[in-house]
């Protein structure tokens, strides 16, 4: 048994040596010229220790991904769930209309964003002229208000699937159980349903945080001028300054920051309580 378990384990060889090649490398290099270039040092991290404005994009990348993650749970729960309790004619055509967003560009979502969100555009003119809720054209556009909105509807598919895996493998014998023995919707929601529910929840919520951390386009395109984020930073030193270890010194500075909030998140949530199963 012990030599069929040692064979077993060659499998993962190919994703072992996929990982080293594709992430470990270009990590280590990264490393590597930030640490080197223009001098063997660590001048390039001693710079943006100096310059504040460093420290305030990480804070806003770390709130805005924040606030998208809220978004995307708030957003989520009630699909995932309709989802998962629907007919299987309906549930097919709801996970339809969830993973239309993968086949079409993240680039054109974010500019059909864009028409959607700006003064004239259908949001605001359907506030004014059709319901007459507001007398002047909202903001909505170039500002934090823009951004989550945009990375929410880009990330939601990835909060929702979670939540929609492990809300099918709960028994819905449990909340009948519950209800049976007394318990209010709301109690019930909370005290059974919910719990069940929540390591989808929070392998979705990691997702997103995770992913919210390192995204470029739609903040790049959407974002006022007080909202940069880390990205933007790394971008503009790599396509515009060409200064290579800048940009390196700071995406080691987010991979460090992304790695320690995961570790943080596990520690506290417990590892076995992220698993789908």
Known sequence: ???ARDSRGWLVTPAVLMVGI???????????????????????????TEAPVYLKALWNTVVISGSVTLTCALLAYPIAYTMAHATARLRRLLLFFVLVPFWSSILVRTFAWMVLLQKRGLINKALMEYLGLIEAPLTLIYNRVGVVIGMSHILLPFMILPLYAVMTR?????????????????????????PLSLPGLLAGSLLVFVMGLGYYITPALIGGASDQLISNFIANYVNVELNWEMAAALSFILLVFTLALFGIFARILGLDRLKLV
């Open 22 to 48: 594709l992430f470990a490398y270009p990590v280590a290099a990264l490393l590597l010229i930030s640490i080197t270039s223009p001098q063997l040092g660590l001048q390039n991290f001693a710079k943006l």
């Open 1 to 3: 048994m012990h030599e």
């Open 170 to 194: 709960i028994d819905p014998t449990l909340s009948s159980a519950a209800a049976s023995l007394g318990a209010s919707p709301v109690r019930n929601f909370l005290r059974v349903y919910l």
